[in-house]
């Protein structure tokens, strides 16, 4: 386990983040009584994700911290019932109370461990009868991994353990594909998964057990899918309702997992890495998820993320789940990405179904039906090609997208085009254009940047300017074919108090032929070095150096 030293300190200190909106516990106030605006904020708190945070303090006062709590709970709802009894919750609470068992039961009176055990007990019962019920992906397997842990290191938990190990075989062979991905697309929730699987393994190999063939392949898949969707300072892309990773949690689990090869050619999971010198690019690169994968998926065909060594420098807004309702359906949206979108809306559309609860918001009922993608290497560089049909039955447009990254990263090249491509397009094109009022239909392409980024706007060059923590200076330049400027944004990560104040540079253009190219580029200025010292810890805005601290 990999916790926060810094999150653990305020938990000690009596301060629970739900929701963004950090709440201070008094002194006779239960945290188990806290208000839970937001599912997500209501599994945080019964999936006992915070114990890895006041065991990577590990003082008296983060253990009475935490027997409290653990105990309060087990009186409250130990006995089978209450919000935090759905499989993937109790598969994730049962993994933390076994990993910190010393933690929490060295020392405790008799009474409070017998009743930690029987809860422990009705625990192991309930996902043996219910794992099943867990929804497919990220859900499941934390259903079954808890069971499998679970029946492995309890005594008198024997008869589950041959049940749960196969029924971890058939998710392993069934809901991960031969790729190495999973429906959702989304990057935080694999390295979930793989986390899992490699606790499980190692489980698995302590108690001298046979580690299944289905279980090794999927590890053997996943590993080079989460490398390519890994930037350069460690932290994952953020698409589909993921964040960059808890701190550390990437690089752990894949040395931990033993598998040691890097990411294959083309795409992986439907994004694409461009990478050079100091530089790495991962573009989204397909449509989004589909169906009921899609409760959490964005409208990001095409958007990008660049980071330079240890910087983010460009960024998408994020998922603002954590956030509330709001802030969920806005980050979803194309505008809250790095690509560009045609009269405000959206390459996808919200349908009115419902995800399954606590499972995400409306799923995605209009995608573009058609994603190009191509790819070529040169001595030079790497280049994208990549096209989606997302506006075609709106405005009868195709957005093609080009980025060509030399091979030292110090040069982004990029080419945003929108085009007709048949008669039929055409005539949807004019009837949109009429209803613009024969103006033009108004695009912009969007850049987010990262909090850390200071940048300004050079209105007599055309130019922005920015300056990144560790020294290096970008410089992004324009063809001059659409307005340039500098507008608020803002920074949505699951490990904040609360969305966070950044920047977006904007081109902003009006479209009135049938072929239409914007272009644009990121470059590094010439007395930026080579190489940079830069041993400050990245991707989290302002985190303390102590940040991330193992627990177990």
Same mark, same amino acid.
């Given at each position: =386990? ?266 992986? =999971? ?195 300017? =920015? ?81 991330? =601290?193992?627990?177990?």
């Amino acid at each position: =386990m990999i916790g926060s030293l810094a999150r653990g300190r305020r938990l000690v200190a009596g301060t629970f983040p739900c929701a963004g909106h950090p709440v201070e516990l008094g002194e006779d106030s239960s945290l188990w009584t806290l208000p839970l605006p937001t599912p997500e904020s209501q599994a945080e708190l019964h999936g006992f994700g915070w114990l890895d945070d006041l065991a990577a303090v590990g003082d008296r006062a983060a253990r009475d911290r935490a027997r409290a709590w653990t105990t309060d709970w087990i009186a409250r709802y130990g006995a089978g019932r209450g919000p935090g009894w759905t499989p993937e919750l109790t598969g994730r609470r049962l993994i933390r109370w076994i990993s910190h068992g010393a933690f929490l039961m060295d020392g405790l009176d008799s009474d409070l461990s017998t009743a930690g055990f029987r809860a422990l007990g009705r625990q192991v019962a309930f996902l043996s009868r219910r794992w099943k019920a867990a929804p497919g992906g990220l859900p499941r397997f934390e259903a079954l991994v808890g069971l499998t842990c679970a029946a492995l290191a309890l005594k008198g938990m024997e008869r589950f353990i041959g049940p749960a190990i196969d029924g971890l075989s058939r998710e392993c062979a069934n809901g991960i594909d031969r790729q190495g991905g999973i429906p959702t697309r989304n990057p935080e929730d694999l390295l979930e998964v793989f986390t899992l699987l490699t606790w499980a393994a190692a489980v698995l190999i302590e108690t001298n057990r046979t580690l299944p063939e289905a279980h090794m392949i999927a590890m053997r898949h996943i590993a080079p899918l989460l490398r390519a969707v890994r930037h350069a300072d460690g932290n994952l892309a953020r698409f589909h309702g993921g964040g960059c990773g808890r701190e550390g949690w990437l690089d752990h689990a894949l040395a931990t997992s033993g598998v040691r090869q890097g990411p294959g050619e083309g795409l992986s =999971m439907g994004y694409f890495r461009l990478a050079g010198g100091r530089t790495s690019i991962v573009v989204d690169a397909s449509a989004p998820p589909g169906g009921p994968a899609s409760g959490n998926a964005h409208a990001s065909t095409l958007a990008f993320e660049l980071t330079s060594g240890r910087r983010a420098l460009i960024v998408n807004c994020g998922s603002g789940a954590v956030f509330g309702a709001d802030w969920r359906r806005a980050a979803r949206a194309t505008p809250s990405h790095s690509t560009l979108g045609i009269d405000g809306m959206s390459s996808s559309r919200f349908g009115s179904g419902a995800a399954r609860a606590g499972r995400g918001g409306e799923l995605l009922s209009d995608q573009p039906s058609v994603v190009t993608f191509s790819s070529q290497r040169y001595v030079e560089g790497i280049i994208y090609r990549g096209a989606h049909d997302g506006y075609r039955k709106t405005h009868g447009l195709t957005h093609e997208r080009t980025l060509c990254l030399s091979t030292d990263g110090r040069v982004l090249e990029g080419e945003d085009a929108l085009t007709i491509q048949n008669e039929r397009d055409m005539r949807h094109f004019d009837k949109a254009n009429d209803r613009a009022g024969l103006q033009g239909i108004a695009c912009a392409i969007r850049f987010h940047l990262h909090p850390d980024v200071n940048a300004v706007l050079d209105a007599e060059d055309g130019t922005v300017p =920015m300056a990144l923590k560790s020294g290096e200076v970008w410089v992004f330049r324009h063809d001059g074919a659409a307005e340039l400027s500098l507008e608020p944004s803002v920074y949505l990560e699951s490990n904040r108090p609360g969305p966070l104040k950044t920047m977006q540079i904007i081109l902003s253009a009006r479209i009135e032929d049938y072929s239409n190219r914007l272009t644009w580029s990121l470059a590094k200025t010439e007395g930026t070095p080579v190489a940079l010292r830069d041993l400050k810890s990245a991707g989290r805005v302002s985190a303390p150096a102590d940040e991330g =601290m193992p627990t177990g």
